[in-house]
Nanobody, 115 residues
Framework: VQLVESGGGLVQPGGSLRLSCAVSGVTFSRYAMSWYRQSPGKERELVAAINSASGTVNVADSVKGRFTISRDNAKNTVYLQMNNLKPEDTAVYYC?????????WGQGTQVTVSS
């Protein structure tokens, strides 16, 4: 099983990035997908989640209205569109897949918001 994130980088405050997580080795459509992030000295926190069936979305209050999670089951990929980025969004962003008792993490991609 592989979860490969991409799309991170350095962006100025107010800018945008789109993260992608390509999943292989599982039946992607069965999995609920999430994005987490972790900053130095802080615990890993949930940013956004999308379930497998109805596409129901859950977004953290800290990013609501700025970040959007989506998935393309035909491409086995989940996305995180991040707009109006702030310095406090700086973190390593991780992709997470969950189905029943199965759990998988990606390796993470760094997002740095700085002028």
């Amino acid at each position: 099983v592989q979860l490969v994130e991409s799309g991170g980088g350095l962006v100025q405050p107010g800018g945008s990035l789109r993260l992608s997580c390509a999943v292989s080795g599982v039946t992607f459509s069965r999995y609920a997908m999430s994005w987490y992030r972790q900053s130095p000295g802080k615990e890993r926190e949930l940013v956004a989640a999308i379930n497998s069936a109805s596409g129901t979305v859950n977004v953290a209050d800290s990013v609501k209205g700025r970040f959007t999670i989506s998935r393309d089951n035909a491409k086995n990929t989940v996305y995180l569109q991040m707009n109006n980025l702030k310095p406090e969004d700086t973190a390593v962003y991780y992709c997470y897949a969950r189905f029943q008792f199965l759990r998988y993490w990606g390796q993470g991609t760094q997002v740095t918001v700085s002028s």
